[in-house]
Structure formats: C-alpha cells, structure tokens
C-alpha cells in the first residue's frame, strides 16, 4: 500500500499575525484573507481613522479578533508599541507581514535628492529592518518559532527608470531578507518575501485608469494583464503556513512573467 501522506494546511487558527499597510491594497488583502483563515489580528497604518474602521469590518466580516494601531514604520518608538500593544492584547506574535512602503517621488536620478532618497528608505528598509527585528525578538523569547513575509517588488529586481530610491529600497529588502533567514532559523522563525509586478490597488488605480498607461502595461506583461491583490495574498498566506516550513531565505516573484525578458 502507498505510504498515505499529509494533507497540506493553511489553517491560522490560533495564530496572531501583525500586518504593517493593512488598511489598503495588498496590506487590506493580506490580512483579511488571514483572517479567513482564522487568524487574529494588529494592522498598522499612519491614519487612526482608517486603522479603527478596517479592524471594525475585519472583525465583523470574518469573527477574529482584529486590532487597529496607527504607526509610522519608520518610526522605531511606533515599532516598539505595536509590539507591545499586541503582545499585550493577544499574548503573543507568530507572524509578521512587513508591508508598509511608499513610492516616493518619480523623476530621474539625477533630480532626485537626498531627502527624497532616505524618505523611501526610511520606511521601505530601515522599517523592514526594524520591525522584523522587533517581532523576530518577541517570537524568540516565546520560543515556538514564526514567519516573517516582506513585501519586495519586482522594482528589485531590474532596473526601472525613475524609480531609484524605490529600487534600491526593495533590493535592500530581498538582501535583507536572505540575512534574516540565515541568522533567525535558530529561532524557528522563516523568512521569505514575495516580489509583486504591476498590481491594482487604491493608491495606483488612477494610474492604470489611463488606457494608454494600462495598454503599455499590460504589453510588458507575458499574460497579457494587470495582477490583482487577491492574487499575491494567496501565495502570502501559503508561505506562512505550517505547508511551507521548509521554506526560508527565497522570494516569489507575482509579476505575470514579467521579469521573463523577451
């Protein structure tokens, strides 16, 4: 008889995850298929407003238990006390989803300055690094292992112009990325990150209104559209399930092959 072999599971029951960008776009996507699955919930976004009504219809439509806490991820004080804020509220951490980033301004290398450089790294990296830093602490201590999913791009990858701050950013994270799994497997702690291409969300879809800008778009795409957020949620919640533990110190790319070349 062929040897009966393990059903894969994304179950979270039990299990708390913090999402940094949660209110909107893939951040919102994440943590509301999360939730779905069971999982409880700390969302994070700089607008108080946003945070408390999202936490309210997370919990309403999918009957976790969601918290809303406003922060800024390049802050580290900010960092320090939603740690705390959802250790103190749910006991633990045994994910973190490390999506929070801006775009920064769009102009070419050599109009850019440094302000405008370090704004994106700020949040884009150095709140990578921090957060990870804190939450993989806190699972650490508890002992029981985690995962840590960061949100990278495939901005990371090539060489887009007038993106330079955001490139480099999203580079730094998938470098990062492979130094936080090496270091934190002792821990029993993953880390992996997923690299989207262009995918449609509340603070790009005035962009991809424009039938030229989206035409242009989707011609670079082999599949020939637009991705969704629901789209790289999915892959998100494999990674952080008991199914993909074995996995560590890699991205995905979700870009309709478009880092394929050709």
């Known amino acids: 008889m062929a040897k009966e072999i393990g059903k894969p599971s994304f ?3 039990g299990k708390v995850a913090i999402v940094t960008g949660g209110t909107k776009g893939i951040g919102y996507a994440v943590a509301a298929t999360f939730a779905m699955y069971g999982c409880d919930l700390a969302i994070t976004s700089r607008t108080p407003a946003d945070c408390e009504r999202i936490a309210k219809d997370i919990e309403t439509l999918y009957g976790v238990k969601c918290l809303g806490i406003s922060a800024d991820s390049s802050n580290k004080d900010d960092i320090d006390r939603v740690v705390a804020q959802t250790v103190e509220t749910f006991g633990k951490i045994d994910i973190l989803i490390n999506n929070a980033g801006i775009s920064g301004k769009t102009a070419a290398l050599l109009d ?3 302000d405008d ?3 994106v790294i700020n949040t884009n990296l150095k709140g990578v690094f921090q957060f990870a830093q804190a939450v993989a602490a806190q699972i650490a201590k508890q002992g029981k ?6 949100i990278a791009s495939v901005g990371g990858l090539i060489g887009g112009k007038s993106v330079a701050p955001y490139g480099a ?3 730094g994270v998938l470098s990062l990325t492979k130094t ?3 270091e934190w497997a002792r821990y029993g702690i993953t880390v992996n990150a997923v690299c989207p291409g262009y995918v449609i969300t509340e603070l790009n879809q ?3 209104a424009d039938p030229e800008i989206k035409a242009k778009m989707e011609k670079r795409t082999p599949v020939r559209r637009l991705g969704s957020v629901e789209e790289v949620a999915g892959p998100v919640l494999a990674m952080v399930s008991d199914s993909f533990s074995y996995m560590t110190g890699t991205y995905i790319l979700l870009d309709g092959g478009q880092t394929i070349g050709g």
Do not use: H, P, W
Request: proline share 0%; net charge negative; hydrophobic share 40%.
């Open 180 to 182: 936080m799994a090496n």
């Open 145 to 150: 292992g985690g995962r840590i999913v960061n």
């Open 112 to 114: 850019q300055t440094e």
């Open 117 to 119: 450089f370090m704004n």
């Open 11 to 13: 179950d979270l029951t």
């Open 206 to 208: 005035d962009i991809f």
């Open 169 to 171: 950013s999203k580079a």
